[in-house]
């Protein structure tokens, strides 16, 4: 059975670990900001599409020459 020896990090190593840990969690927030986003845009979208559908459908009701 090995015996293992914690020795305990230094302070320098500590704060880059939780600079990492802060650098992550924010990527994290942000893609899931990110992704609201895009589900909103996807939404924007198909009703900007139907409106467009709709004003074609309309504007062929006039008569050109």
């Keep these: 059975m ?3 020896v914690r020795i305990p990090a230094d302070p320098q190593q500590s704060r880059v670990t939780k600079d ?3 650098n992550i ?3 994290s927030d942000l893609s899931h900001a ?3 986003a895009n589900a ?3 939404e924007v ?3 900007l599409n139907k409106n467009s ?3 074609s459908q309309l ?3 006039f008569k050109t020459q």
């Design 25 to 27: 969690t924010g990527i």
């Design 20 to 22: 990492l840990n802060e």
């Design 53 to 55: 559908v709709d004003l």
């Design 59 to 61: 504007v062929s009701r």
């Design 40 to 42: 909103q845009v996807a």
């Design 45 to 47: 979208s198909q009703d």
């Design 34 to 36: 990110n992704q609201e």
């Design 2 to 4: 090995a015996n293992s």
